[in-house]
């Protein structure tokens, strides 16, 4: 059994699981995620217990190998890794991107993919801090790395930028003033702006030293055919004067293609230094390689010749490589140290050109390639040249692989910079020069020479000779000087340089190079020693050879200058090896060493004589620190042994190079300052010396020595020793102010002359008159300490007297402007220097004279650039001095800032004091922030204040009005506020201050600061909101008493506004974000609420005046989402309650007045009121409150208004009325942004309903102009017109002008009632037109005609009026207009919004959409909801349910009595039909069900009732919305006789409709009065009236009922009254029908005369209103269309039909315009009746199954067939089977003859025979689009083949009425016409049941059969009728219930024995549930 026991005694252990652990099945697991944090309390063998820090109460256990264990701390209670400050801040950094990345990974936002890169590097880059493997150098790269990534990507994101200093960690705030912190934000900035534009490159952007560049080189490899060993001299060229730049390289090259030198192998790097800029802007710079052979005079053929390279560079040294390798140059200087025979012969050369590299912009790395061609018999230089010029090079197949990279900086920086290049001694190969900028230290006694060529005789040999040079250093005894010279970096030093070779050339041209390095001290005795030698090229004879020549030259000339640069001769002397004594080794000392020391002469000594015709040339270059070649130097240094020549050579240094200067500068200066002060005759040199130290000055001053200054200080300070120097300078220096500002000679027209002597004395004199005074000071320092400071006062009067002649200079009205400025520039150097030896108060005194003595506008910018200067000297942090300076400084700050001037200059300086007062180190500052405060805060605040935003010094002047707030104590208030009171200026202040931050923290102006920038924002809000607590006393204090408004109401605005800023709403923020903000800055926003709140109390009996004003800004205060802020500024609206309650009524009373006359009570709080129900609606409309804030708004108002006697009442209902506003404010606000637009109208709706029962006008209005646009928005223009007429309803038909509340928007322009109701009633008109209620638009234009013709008497605006009238009076007859079909639609269920939940209401559907379309709808605005499918009412677990479930069902409309007008009238079907669906209030519906209570048959007529349920909604529709909820609801019950009443008086209403249709229009089509008279006269097997002759009209029915005598005695009335109906409509049937249809037309008058002999003996004979005048074809309305009867909504042919006309499907009474169908053949149609027959049929009473399962068939082959499923999207789902009472616009597709009767106008006019596809091509293009949900469904059907029909007369009856025993199941079906691959059909409700575009030409009647011709295309692939339920034909009737068709054939039709393809079962809908 396993032990768990605690980790640790005192505390838990941490750490992060590694793996997802998932094991919920087995009992006590902790499941884990990778990353997740857990805290680990106990722990066993391989377990831990413990839980997660997310989920602190889910605790359990978890495998150990899961875990990784970490150092943790705690903070604020929570558990955090141990990690460094960056590494924290990544983790939070990705956290809080993590979530950002994935939204805009969702959005498919662009930046996605650039953050993923930069979280994916801060991952890399905390993965390698986290490490611990990183150098530090490192660690610091990638932490600024880091926290540039962090920068760009906040700034990317729009994220708070981060304040850093220069190590990448972040800055403490609190620890820096105000205008210090704006400053690191603008640093921030520009850093973030760098990093971005240098995004691209990796590492970190440093700044170089422009001054200094490198260039390192990396040797890869040389592939060339090697025989011998070679050395390769690597130099920096120079193109254009072919010279080389650098010292050479040396790589020891072996034969093996591999280094000689071990050290080497793999290491080959050099790093030339010291190239100035002018180095990189050559025109063509090289890198240049010398090969040079070492081995014999000419190639020798070896076995190892080969192609080689570098490959082989990593193979060991043998140990002959090691022994070759050593074959070079020797120390010794004889060929080797072992005697082999070694000659340097030329091998080749290599160069590239590096401009290209050297000139980028940034730090070039890069592989070249070094072209080498061998030397053949040219010269090396030759060669070199040749290859420059690419000439004669032929073609080149050697070449030099090498890496280059281009670094700058100094040699200091690039080994701290790039310690990877620098890890190992780099060899440095330095400028043959100096640098371009000369560093104290460097130390430097190069002397570079070059061996340039020679001449030489023959002399006994036949033949050119082999020359070698052999060069080395020798003492004055001729002795050599070992290890001094060096043929490049990465050689070591060697005694002696022996020369190339050059085969049989007496005239050699060399131009060879190398470094002779001479100690200093041994400079001076050497000289350089030439043996001259012919090598031949045997090697047995050449061991014999001797030197044949000899030449030298000295280092040092006999003056003490080193020798000089340039191109020397040599002499050269023939050794006769005989004579010469070797053991003199200096004996040719004695003889000239140049051409030129020659003069002629022919000098020998024994062994030695003179060459005449020989020489060699060779070229100097010194680069000495120590050294000089300048013989005006040396005299100036040794003046006292020369002092006769003194003068000369102190007017000499001025021509001495700067190079020479800086290095003896100490030497010189000394010698300047002996000169100074022993010279006997002053007059005469101090000021001769006094103008060399200047020079000296200067010339350290310069650009290029600058680093020189350094050596200066250190001179001055440690060197300098002159203690009498100090009275010679001043004295000198007095002179030359005196003489310069001495009134001078002045020309004719009294302009001054040239400028004197004197002036530019003084103004070199005053530029660097700063070195000056530091060595008057010094040199007083040295004397008084020597003095014990004895003569102090005589000094300090010299120096008083000093400055005031400065002061003196400043006022000459001379011109030395430039001297003046000068001085100012060097004031404050001087001025710190002056403290060591005078008194700080005179000092300061002095320098605020000489400020003050400038004129004003003179100097300024220098004058300005000295005060800032002064600011940062130390004797501007003395307290004493700074009390002195400081208001000198700000008075001439404020001057300048008045007058626009230097404004820059006075920032900085500002800047500067404000941060050095902050520090801790200054003493005291608070007098110092008074004279600040006194001075500039005004004129600093106006300046900021008027300040266009856009500049950039805005923010710079915030800043320093912020930073002076910041410093600001009471003392300081009190103090200003004294002094301002006392001016007068006190209003004016606190007015301009509450402004200024008003406007600082307000959302309207363009922010001072950046948005981003989050610490500089809060730091401002904690500065003002102290600055608000002080000023809060000083409102009090100065303007309550008297009392001041326009304070008191700027402090309220100023102090809400800086409350509800956003950068203070914490809540706004995410978790990084706000615990940032509370550990540095806390919620400020309750100390402000306080201080608000306060100030409020404070107001006393003034609080009404401030009643309406504030109620917006304080109640925006109060909706901040923190409760104890809430909880204290609530109660305000009960005080203001109070205030305005007890207000006086009387104007000129106050508040305090009512106390004594409660008469005077105002009684209410009207204006309190109205403020706060239109503000919260626009607070609430903007975002603000919550339902916490409703809930304690409600609970903190109630206490107050119940405790109170008066306002208990009102101020209940009040608080009541408010609570109910903000529900429903904040209901819709949620709302409106749904995607469901009923929502968010019925909101809309709700509220303005809500301000209509205030009687808010101006809400009212405001909220009925939003449902308008609403309405627009989606087209409901009859909706937005009835909306508009709500504005039309509260304005008069007078000239009244407008008041504020009833303007509208829209019509701005309107000014009085009547002209903004006029308008308004143009603009409801125009919706109306467009959608199509000219109904409506006409009464609209009557009220208008009225006005204008018996109030305004307008006639041409009434004409105009009557025209617009006329025209919608024309378009009710002549355009298409579809009746909108109504749908119940009930709420179930708490998952819908409030205002929906279990409620029912009445939807007016769109134009054409189908009762599938509208549940598609429904089920799209409602995504979470199901729908129903039975209308059972549901029980409370669906109600009562988080659910939501929708019940959908078609009702019909009941019209009202404005429809009685039209009875008895032959009228117009358009006029007619608007009635019928518009202006209604009440619906109906009903389902058939049988009573089988009574017995018999269950099909019997007499069982077939209707239970009807009427709705009556609380507005008529259409309205202001396309719904209203129901109010009232009545279910009642149809008995069977009811029904056939109603049936029969439907039928004859159609006869007679069609009969006046015919009668007044000729053209019409004859076919569907065919087909309804055929129906009705020959019922087939429906029966006909007969069925309600056997059921109702029988003796013993009445005695069953005999209640029921009247209707039964109606019934026999309505039969009767149908015969004459029938005659004439037969009669005008024989009139118009064509030849093809006589034999029909004989059918119909055989039946007909039966059926009338048989009514008329029953019922007797009735005539009819109806005469037929054959002669009568024109009407008096030229354009009539069908009756209701071919309404494709009315679908009822059988007097003895069951169905119900409102069973909840479609009803019509009038015939739409006809619209194209699908169906290919309307006579194949017979079989279209999809509704079942009230008949029995034996396919349907299959269907009698308890089980609801979908009944079967069987085929002829016996199998089983599902019975033809019915698609949701083609009928109405609450419809039984039972229900055939009307067709519905949504089963268009399962149309009877009946539907398939109705067709457009059209297409019943013109010819007998028209061409039904003109109709289709016609009306194609008017018709709207299918849904594409519907299309799917549609697509996912395989097409069913209709079933055809047998002949009428010989089939068998087995249509019947269906039965079913649920008179709620569903009934659908799908189309199966050839939809899917034509476009679309119209929508059901605006298609007509009957189509005829598959008609053939010619409709024949056969004789015999009366069979009907038509043509069938393609019966497989387009299907013969949309009906997928009946397998017979049926003619629908309305006159008789369903009549057998046993009188017709198709002709053509399908074989009826087939077998049918079986019909797939239905597709369930994803949104359905079917509820029992």
């Known amino acids: 059994m396993s032990v768990w026991s605690d980790c640790n005694a005192k505390q838990a252990e941490f750490g992060i699981a590694k793996c997802n652990f998932d094991q919920e099945t087995k009992p006590h697991r902790l499941n884990l995620d990778v990353g997740d944090a857990v805290i680990i309390l106990k722990e066993t063998t391989h377990w831990y217990y413990g839980y997660r820090q997310k989920a602190k109460e889910t605790r359990g256990i978890f495998p150990k190998s899961y875990i990784h264990l970490c150092e943790y701390k705690i903070v604020n209670g929570e558990y955090c890794i141990q990690r460094t400050d960056i590494v924290e801040e990544i983790t939070k950094v990705l956290l809080e991107w993590g979530s950002i990345a994935k939204n805009y990974f969702l959005t498919t936002n662009p930046k996605f993919s650039k953050i993923r890169g930069k979280m994916n590097e801060l991952n890399n880059n905390r993965a390698a801090l986290i490490s611990g493997n990183l150098p530090l150098d490192e660690v610091r790269k990638v932490k600024l790395l880091a926290t540039n990534q962090i920068d760009t990507g906040n700034r990317l994101l729009g994220l708070d930028m981060v304040v850093r200093d220069e190590s990448g960690d972040i800055l403490d705030t609190n620890a820096i003033c105000t205008t210090e912190l704006y400053e690191q934000h603008m640093q921030a900035v520009h850093r973030i702006d760098k990093a971005n534009r240098l995004s691209s490159e990796r590492g970190t952007p440093r700044t170089p030293n422009k001054y200094s560049h490198n260039i390192l080189l990396h040797v890869n490899a040389f592939v060339c055919k090697f025989q011998e060993d070679s050395d390769l001299l690597f130099t920096l060229f120079d193109g254009e004067t072919h010279k080389p730049i650098s010292e050479n390289y040396v790589v020891k090259w072996s034969r093996m293609g591999i280094a000689r030198d071990i050290d080497q192998i793999d290491n080959n790097r050099v790093l030339f230094t010291d190239l100035s800029k002018s180095d990189l802007n050559i025109a063509k710079m090289y890198l240049v390689c010398y090969a040079i052979r070492i081995g014999s005079m000419e190639f020798k053929d070896s076995a190892e010749s080969k192609r080689t390279s570098m490959s082989i560079a990593n193979s060991m040294l043998n140990a002959s490589s090691r022994k070759a390798s050593q074959l070079s140059v020797s120390s010794s200087g004889s060929s080797s140290s072992n005697g082999e025979y070694i000659i340097r012969r030329p091998f080749g050369v290599a160069c590239k050109d590096l401009t290209p590299f050297i000139n980028k912009s940034d730090d070039f790395r890069g592989n070249i390639d070094l072209p080498f061609i061998m030397c053949e018999k040219d010269t090396l230089d030759g060669t070199l040249r040749k290859l420059i010029a690419n000439k004669d090079i032929g073609k080149i197949d050697s070449k030099m692989a090498v890496t280059i990279e281009v670094l700058r900086g100094d040699i200091k920086q690039i080994k701290e910079e790039f310690p990877r290049l620098m890890h190992t001694n780099v060899p440095v190969a330095r400028k043959m020069g100096f640098p371009e900028v000369i560093l104290p230290g460097d130390v430097r006694n190069d002397l570079y020479l070059t061996i340039c060529s020679g001449e030489f005789s023959r002399i006994a040999k036949t033949s050119e000779k082999n020359v070698e040079v052999s060069v080395c250093v020798a003492n004055e005894q001729g002795y050599l000087m070992p290890g001094v010279l060096s043929i490049g970096a990465g050689h070591q030093p060697i005694d002696e340089y022996k020369s190339v070779v050059y085969y049989h050339d007496d005239k050699p041209k060399w131009q060879e190079t190398f470094k002779i390095h001479v100690p200093i001290e041994d400079f001076k005795q050497c000289h350089l020693r030439f043996v001259l030698k012919h090598r031949s090229s045997n090697e047995q004879k050449d061991r014999t050879e001797k030197p044949f020549g000899l030449a030298y030259v000295r280092l040092m000339q006999a003056n003490g200058t080193t020798i000089t640069q340039g191109q020397h001769i040599l002499a050269v002397y023939k050794i006769d090896h005989k004579k010469y004594d070797k053991t003199v080794a200096n004996c040719y000392l004695e003889l000239p060493s140049t051409v030129a020391e020659l003069q002629g002469a022919k000098p020998s000594i024994s062994g030695l004589t003179l060459l005449p015709k020989d020489q060699l040339s060779i070229g100097v270059n010194l680069c000495s620190t120590k050294l000089t070649q300048s013989v005006s130097l040396l005299g100036l240094l040794n003046w006292s042994a020369h002092k006769e020549t003194l003068e000369q050579s102190l ?34 040199y101090d000021q001769l010396v006094f103008m060399s130290i200047i020079h000296l000055i200067e010339t350290v001053s310069d650009l290029k020595y600058q680093h020189f200054l350094t050596v200066l200080d250190v001179y001055i300070n440690e060197s300098f020793s002159f203690t009498l120097a100090y009275t010679k300078l001043m004295d000198v220096l007095q002179k030359n102010i005196s003489d310069a500002i001495t009134p001078k000679e002045k020309s004719a027209d009294g302009n001054d002359l040239e400028e004197s002597v004197e002036v530019r004395r003084l103004y070199k004199t005053t530029r660097y008159l700063h070195y000056v ?117 700000c008075k001439h700050i404020k001057d300048h800032l008045d007058s626009k001037e230097e404004i820059a200059e006075c920032i900085n300086i500002m800047n500067n004091i404000l941060k050095l007062l902050f520090r801790s180190d200054v003493g005291a500052t608070h007098n110092d922030i008074r004279d600040i405060m006194i001075i500039l805060f005004r004129t600093v605040m106006k300046a900021a204040h008027s300040l266009d935003r856009d500049t950039g010094l805005v923010g710079k002047f915030f800043a320093i009005m912020l930073g002076i707030l910041q410093r600001m104590d009471a003392q300081h208030y009190e103090y200003f506020v004294k002094d301002l009171h006392q001016r007068g200026e006190l209003k004016h202040f606190v007015v301009e201050i509450l402004l200024v931050f008003e406007e600082l923290v307000s959302p309207h102006q363009k922010a001072v600061f950046p948005r981003d920038w989050m610490d500089m924002i809060m730091h401002q809000n904690t500065v003002i909101l102290g600055a608000l607590k002080h000023l809060t006393v000083v409102i009090t204090d100065y303007f309550l008493c008297p009392f001041e408004k326009q304070i008191w109401s700027n402090f309220f605005q100023c102090s809400i506004a800086f409350l509800v800023q956003s950068p203070l709403q914490l809540n706004d923020f995410n978790d990084n974000k706000r615990q940032i903000v509370f550990a540095r800055y806390r919620d400020i926003r309750k100390d402000t609420a306080m201080e608000i709140r306060k100030m409020w109390f404070q107001l006393g009996q003034h609080k009404p005046k401030f009643v309406p004003q504030l109620v917006e800004p304080i109640l925006e205060m109060s909706m901040i989402p923190e409760k104890e802020l809430r909880q204290e500024t609530i109660p305000i609206f009960f005080d203001m309650m109070q205030c305005e309650y007890y207000s006086s009524r009387l104007e000129h009373e106050s508040y305090g007045d009512t106390k004594y006359n409660n008469t005077h009570h105002k009684g209410n709080f009207s204006d309190f009121k109205t403020a706060m129900i239109e503000k919260l609606d626009i607070l609430i409309g903007a975002g603000k409150g919550d339902a916490e804030y409703k809930v304690l708004f409600e609970k903190i108002m109630m206490e107050r208004c119940a405790a109170h006697n008066t306002l208990n009442v009102d101020g209940t209902a009040f608080v009541q ?27 809309t709706f709700s509220l303005l309903q809500f301000y209509s029962e205030v009687d808010l006008k101006e809400m009212y209005i405001r909220y009925v102009y939003k449902l308008c646009a609403l309405h627009m928005e989606f087209e409901d223009y009859t909706e937005a017109a009835f909306t508009l007429k709500l504005h039309t309803e509260l304005l008069r038909w007078t000239d009244t002008d407008l008041s504020h509340q009833l303007r509208s928007y829209r019509h701005s322009n309107c000014r009085t009632h009547r002209q903004l109701k006029e308008a308004l009633y143009f603009e409801i008109m125009e919706y109306f037109d467009k959608g199509k209620q000219w109904e409506c638009a006409i009464d609209m234009c009557r009220v208008l005609a009225r006005q204008y013709e018996e109030e305004v008497f307008d006639y041409l605006k009434l004409a105009e009026l009557l025209n617009r009238m006329a025209l919608f009076y024309e378009k009710i007859i002549k355009e298409l207009r579809h009746n909108s079909e109504y749908f119940r639609v009930c709420f179930y269920g708490r998952g819908f919004p409030r205002f929906l939940q279990n409620r029912v209401f009445i939807f007016r559907g769109k134009e054409y959409e189908r009762h599938s379309d509208f549940c598609a709808r429904m089920l799209v605005q409602h995504p979470q909801a199901e729908l129903m499918q039975t209308l059972e009412a549901p029980g409370e677990d669906i109600t009562n349910s988080d659910g939501q479930y929708i019940q959908v069902n078609k009702v019909e409309p009941i019209m009202g009595s404005a429809f009685n007008k039209f009875n008895d009238k032959i009228i117009n079907n358009e006029i007619v039909k608007y009635f019928t669906a518009n202006n209604v209030q009440k619906f109906q519906f009903s389902r058939p069900f049988r009573d089988s209570i009574n017995g018999g048959d269950r099909d019997d007529v007499r069982n077939l009732w209707l239970e009807r349920t009427e709705l009556l909604i609380r507005f008529p529709l259409p309205g202001i919305l396309r719904w209203f909820p129901v109010i009232e609801t009545n279910t009642f019950k149809i008995s069977p006789l009811e029904r056939a009443v109603e049936i029969m008086k439907d039928t004859n209403r ?106 008329e003996l029953r019922y007797g004979r009735k005539s009819c209103d109806l005469k037929f005048e054959r002669d009568s074809v024109v009407m008096r309305r030229p354009n009539f269309f069908l009756p209701p009867l071919f309404d494709g909504s009315n679908n009822r042919h059988s007097e003895t039909s069951m169905g119900s006309s409102d069973s909840g499907l479609s009803k019509s009474t009038f015939l739409p315009r006809p619209q194209t169908n699908s169906i290919k053949n309307p006579f194949s149609g017979l079989s279209f009746n999809t509704r079942p027959s009230l008949g029995h049929s034996p396919s349907i009473k299959s269907n009698k199954s308890k089980d609801k399962t979908p009944s079967k068939r069987r085929n002829k082959d016996g199998k089983v067939k599902e019975r033809e499923a019915h698609s949701l999207s083609s009928s109405q789902w609450y419809t039984p089977p039972l229900s055939t009472i009307t067709s519905t616009p949504e089963k268009e597709t399962n149309t009877s003859i009946a539907s398939l009767a109705s067709t457009s106008n059209s297409s019943l006019s013109g010819p007998k025979t028209p061409d039904p596809h003109v109709l289709t091509e016609e009306l194609t293009p008017k018709r709207p689009l299918r849904s594409e ?84 295309s393609n019966t497989s692939s387009s299907s013969m009728s949309t009906t997928s339920t009946l397998t017979k034909t049926s003619i629908t009737n309305t006159t008789y219930e369903y009549l057998e068709t046993t009188n017709f054939s198709l002709v053509g039709a399908v074989d009826g024995n087939k077998p049918r393809p079986p019909t797939p079962p239905p597709k369930p809908s994803r949104h359905s549930k079917h509820i029992p």
């Open 651 to 684: 007017n000499a240094l001025s021509t001495v190079p700067g190079e020479e200067v800086v290095k003896f500068l100490q030497d010189i200066l000394d010698a300047l300052f002996n000169i100074l002060v022993e010279n006997d005759q002053p007059e005469k």
């Open 773 to 889: 005074m530091k060595f008057v000071i010094r040199s007083r320092v040295l004397y008084a300490e020597m003095n014990c400071n004895t003569d102090y006062v005589d000094f300090a009067t010299r120096l008083q007297e000093l400055l005031r002649m400065f002061i003196d200079m400043i006022g000459c009205p001379s011109n030395l402007l430039k001297s003046e400025g000068a001085l100012l520039k060097n004031l404050h150097i001087i001025a710190t220097d002056l403290m060591q030896v005078f008194d700080q108060v005179r000092l300061s005194v002095s320098i605020v004279e000489i400020l003050e003595k400038f004129p004003p506008r003179r100097l300024t910018q220098s004058k300005m650039g000295c005060i800032k200067d002064f600011v940062e000297t130390k004797l501007f942090t003395l307290p004493k001095c700074r009390a002195i300076l400081l208001p000198v400084f």
């Open 1217 to 1243: 009325m408010v609570t109910r506003l903000m529900d429903k404010l904040l209901e819709y606000r949620f709302i409106i942004q749904d995607e469901s637009k009923e929502n968010r109208m019925a909101c």
């Open 1550 to 1655: 159609d006869i007679r409709q069609l009969v006046i249709l015919h009668k007044s229009d000729e053209n019409l089509h004859i076919n569907p009065l065919s087909m309804k008279l055929n129906g009705i006269v020959d019922p087939a097997v429906m029966g006909g009236f007969a069925k309600y002759e056997e059921a109702f009209l029988t003796e013993e029915y009445l005695e069953q009922n005999p209640d029921d005598k009247d209707l039964v005695e109606e019934l026999k009335e309505l039969i009767s009254n149908q015969i004459p109906l029938l005659e004439i409509a037969i009669q005008l049937h024989r009139l118009r029908a064509p030849e093809s249809l006589k034999a029909l037309q004989e059918h119909l008058e055989g039946c007909f005369a039966d059926m009338q002999q048989h009514v």
């Open 1829 to 1912: 949900m519907e299309k799917e469904r549609r697509l996912s059907r395989p097409a069913s083949i209709a079933t055809p029909t047998a002949s009428i007369k010989n089939f068998p009856d087995t249509r019947s009425l269906s039965e079913s025993s649920n008179r709620n199941s569903v009934e659908t079906t799908d189309s199966t016409s050839e939809e899917d691959v034509r476009p679309p059909p119209l929508p059901a409700k605006a298609r007509d049941s009957t189509d005829f575009t598959s008609l053939s030409q010619n409709l024949d009647w056969t004789p015999n059969g009366y069979a009907m011709l038509s043509t069938i």
